[in-house]
């Protein structure tokens, strides 16, 4: 990226750098507001790959798709990369065309990407399976060298779920389970729910005791609320009484003065 914008004026390049800063920065924690970031680095310059790779993943994040797919597009043509392409297919997914993404995983493209990018086609392909109601497919999709592999890969965990998942699917929960625990065993960095699936299956009910507690305040909350309306009435009907005994008391009072006659 660094070598991109060397080709911008000294000023643009560190207004530009700053802008694709925050949109690596915001992208899993604020998705709008990457998108955001994106948008201005894009206006700066629009002609640097870089930027309208950010830019495509930031309108990925917010499930802008056919504008992702239109930023993926140009950044492959400026650099030639097929490193996209797995992204570009799930976009048609998004988009509601998972025969496009489908079409895409059997373009000679796939045999160009490195082993990561090919997991991540094989994950895309399975996925427009499921889309196209096509459930026991989507499973025959998913197995492959690397699912059988002993071995820890980062896209392990990810590979592992997916094919969880669809044994789900097809109703072959016990299968399903012993895949969701392999998947939670890879999954150093807690990128997928693994864990909760196995305890759904499990059976294992989760309370939400921050709710609970929330609930438990909004309660008390409406008791307290009861309970001083009650003692406010009360308060004031004493006064009440107070005041309609007073009166009483005074109009008992003899009347003085006045001639005898």
């Known amino acids: ?31 709008e507001q990457a998108y955001g970031y994106s948008r201005v680095a894009l206006r700066l310059a629009s002609r640097v790959a870089a930027v309208r790779e950010a830019a495509g ?47 895409m995983a059997g373009e000679p493209e796939v045999q160009k990407l490195d082993k990561a990018g090919q997991v991540e086609m094989r994950l895309v392909a399975a996925g427009a399976r499921k889309d196209m109601g096509q459930a026991e497919a989507a499973v025959v999709t998913l197995q492959s060298p690397e699912l059988a592999s002993n071995s820890v890969q980062p896209w392990t965990a990810r590979l592992r779920y997916a094919y969880a998942d669809a044994l789900l699917d097809v109703g072959r929960e016990a299968e399903a389970r012993e895949w969701f625990a392999k998947a939670l065993e890879a999954d150093q960095g807690g990128t997928t729910n693994a864990s909760d699936r196995l305890a759904e299956l499990d059976g294992v009910e989760f309370t939400d005791v921050l709710a609970d507690v929330e609930e438990a305040e909004d309660v008390k909350d409406a008791e307290d609320a009861v309970i001083e309306a009650a003692d406010d009435a009360k308060e004031d009907e004493a006064k009440e009484e107070a005041a309609e005994a007073a009166d009483e008391k005074d109009g008992e009072k003899p009347v003085e003065g006045g001639d005898a006659r």
């Open 57 to 103: 993943f930031a309108s990925y994040a917010t499930a802008r798709y056919s504008e992702a797919l239109a930023e993926f597009r140009a950044a492959r043509r400026m650099t030639g990369s097929v490193e996209l392409w797995p992204v570009m297919a799930d976009c048609e997914r998004g988009m509601g065309r998972p025969e496009r993404a489908l079409a």
């Open 1 to 31: 990226m660094r070598q991109e914008l060397m080709s911008l004026p000294k000023t643009l390049a560190e207004d530009v750098a700053r802008n694709l800063v925050m949109v690596a920065k915001l992208l899993d924690e604020d998705a």
